[in-house]
């Protein structure tokens, strides 16, 4: 079973900074993608950032050049760094982790989902 625990979050200023940070915990011997959705008040999800296999990266564009991910594969972390935000940034963000490969040898193509942390930019 794997657990996502993510951590940050909070209230900022427009223009301010946050970080939000996840670890996959459990039995894992690989994941492919790690990044994070978040979903604002009467919106749908949607995909903010990623890290894939080899360093890969997506941003979503409202996002480009203010918002940096950052992965570590051997520990299973993903980190992301909000600069520069703005009130649309608003809504709860959320960690996930997809191809999951555990020592025991179950795979999945199924995303984990951290609980979801939730982040306020006043104007």
């Known amino acids: 079973q794997v657990q996502m625990r993510e951590s940050g979050g909070g209230l900022a200023q427009a223009g301010g900074s946050l970080t939000l940070s996840c670890t996959a915990a459990?039995?894992?011997?690989?994941?492919?993608?790690m990044g994070w959705y978040r979903q604002a008040p009467d919106k749908a999800r949607e995909l903010v950032a990623n890290?894939?296999?080899?360093?890969?990266?997506y941003y979503l564009d409202s996002v480009k050049g203010r918002f940096t991910i950052s992965r570590d594969v051997t520990l299973n972390t993903v980190s992301l760094q909000l600069n520069d935000l703005k009130p649309d940034d608003t809504g709860i963000y959320y960690c996930?982790?997809?191809?999951?490969?555990?020592?025991?040898?179950?795979?999945?193509?199924?995303?984990?989902w951290g609980q979801g942390t939730r982040v306020t930019v006043a104007p």
């Open positions: 996930y982790a997809n191809g999951v490969r555990e020592w025991s040898g179950y795979n999945t193509n199924l995303n984990y």
């Open positions: 459990g039995n894992i011997r690989s994941i492919d993608t």
């Open positions: 890290s894939g296999v080899g360093g890969a990266t």
